[in-house]
Structure formats: structure tokens, C-alpha cells
């Protein structure tokens, strides 16, 4: 306690490092703020008007509620710290044109989808723009964050699935899309493939599973894990996951290959076409029923 008391003094005296006082505010900031954040109205309203510029199109539809905890814009914000127009701007930008990509990937593969999962949906990055490209989809999104579905339902009004790290966890289901925006560019080998192979499992026939991975460029099938995340830099927020769950993931084309050998499935590896800077493959259930 002595110790402890000590410590906080010396951080009120400013005798700490400059990352120790900037992660003393951030959690200070993230255990006060509201549970929905009151974004500046101005900023929100530049943002809004610059995505529709940058897409091209009027009066986007977008969910704009976000949550304290939403690692995705702290890390947006993290790298526009001096410009937070822009910090909301690309947050939108990665959510809005993966919907539209992912529209754009089921239109060329014919893809059945009446019923979209999103996997590892977190606060709704995505999430918040189906209504512009899959109005007519019964969405339901799933994560391991409670807290992320409790605000999905109640914000952004979608139908959750609440599960654990392994997919016995998760409810035997199917659906005909499946998206999966950076969560295999995190998960460890004890829960990567299992992942996988429920995920492909859960598609109804000719339905398709869209994931994005961090490409290892080799001949043979590599998978790396790395023990980093957003997660464990944002360690002070409520449920931020353990690097034993999440951390960062390389993988080859050769890795999916082999774990799809032999079964009813094609692989179509679609470099950016998703989502900018991760490499996309979809997953196509070829099995008749
Ligand atoms: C980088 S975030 C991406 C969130 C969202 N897809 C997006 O792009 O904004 C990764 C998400 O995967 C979730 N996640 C982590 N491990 C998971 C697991 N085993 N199953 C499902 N989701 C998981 C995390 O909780 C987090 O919300």
C-alpha cells in the first residue's frame, strides 16, 4: 500500500517517464469517460462530410455511437493523436468500404447471403454500415467481449452472439456469409484452426467465409504467433484480452491450403480486395447440403 501511495505521488510530482504519465491519463480518461462517448459535434460532422466526399456518395447512413472501450478507434485515434477528424474519418473508412467490398465479393462469387455472421464483430466498426449494403440480411454479429455485444444490441441494434476463446463455446448454427475483419491476424495456434474449421462448418451450401490474415511469404505452410496486441497496450481497459488468446498471427497460403485438403471446400485468396493493408481469402462451401 506504502509502495503504492508512493508511486501516485511521485506521478501527481511528474517524476515518472513521459509513457508512464500518458498511460496514467488514458486509463484515467477510459475508467471516466461514458460508456457511449460524446464525440465533438463539429469533428463528428466533418468526418461524416469527408467519408461521403471520399466515397462519393450523399447522406451515408451512418451508426455513429461508439464505445470507450473500442480498441479499433483508439487505435485509429492513437495514430492521428493531433487530428481527430481524421481518427473518425478513417474508422469510418475501413468500416464502410469492407461492407461495400464484401458486397462487391459476393456479387462476383454469387455468394448466398440472406443470413451475414460477423465474427469478432468487437464494437462495430463494420457492423454499423451493413444497413448501406445488406439491407435486405438478417445480421448477427458475435464477439468474446461481452461488453462490445451488450453495446452492439443496445446501439447499434443487432441480434449477438455471446461466446468464448474456443469455439465449443460457440452454438452449432448456419448462415450463408461469414466476416471475419482481423480476428485470424490474432488468434494462437491452439484456437486457429479449430476456428477455422467451425467457422467453414457453420456455412450453408455455396455460402462463403470472408477472413482477412497477415500474409508470410512462403512457399511452405508457416504459422507465427506473435506475443503483441492492441489489447495488451490498452491493458487498463476493462476487457482487453490476454496475449495467450490475442495476439498477432502470420500465416502462409500453404497453412490454409493444407488445413482445407481433401474437403468440400475452394479457397479464393483475394490479396486487398477486403480491406486495405491484410490479405483476404474466402472460403467457399462447395458441399451439396
Ligand atoms: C482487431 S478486432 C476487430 C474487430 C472488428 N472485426 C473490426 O474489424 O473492427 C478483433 C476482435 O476479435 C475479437 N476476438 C478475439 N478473440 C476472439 C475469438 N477467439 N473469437 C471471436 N472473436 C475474438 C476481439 O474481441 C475483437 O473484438
Redesign the pocket.
Known sequence: MLKKIKEFIKLKLGIVSLNQRLDYLAALNNVTATEVLSIDKVILKKAIGKLEQDVGKRAIDVKVPIHKND??FAFHLYHHSNDPVSALLTYFQI?YKTAQNLKKIVKKHQLKHQTLL??????G??SRFFDSFFAETKVVV????DE?MNFQEKSLNYQTIK?G?NPESFPNTKVDLIL????F???PQK?FVP?LLKLANSLNPSGGLVLTYKEENSKESVFRYYQQS?DEMFSFVSDS?KLE??GETHVSRKFFEDVFKGQPYSLHFLDNQLAGVQKALLVVNNKLS
Open positions: 480498441l479499433m468500416g460477423d465474427f469478432g464483430s468487437g464494437y466498426r463494420v458475435t464477439d468474446v467481449k462490445a461466446h476463446t471475419c475483419l482481423s480476428v491476424t490474432h488468434l484456437t476456428w492492441e484480452l488468446d490475442y
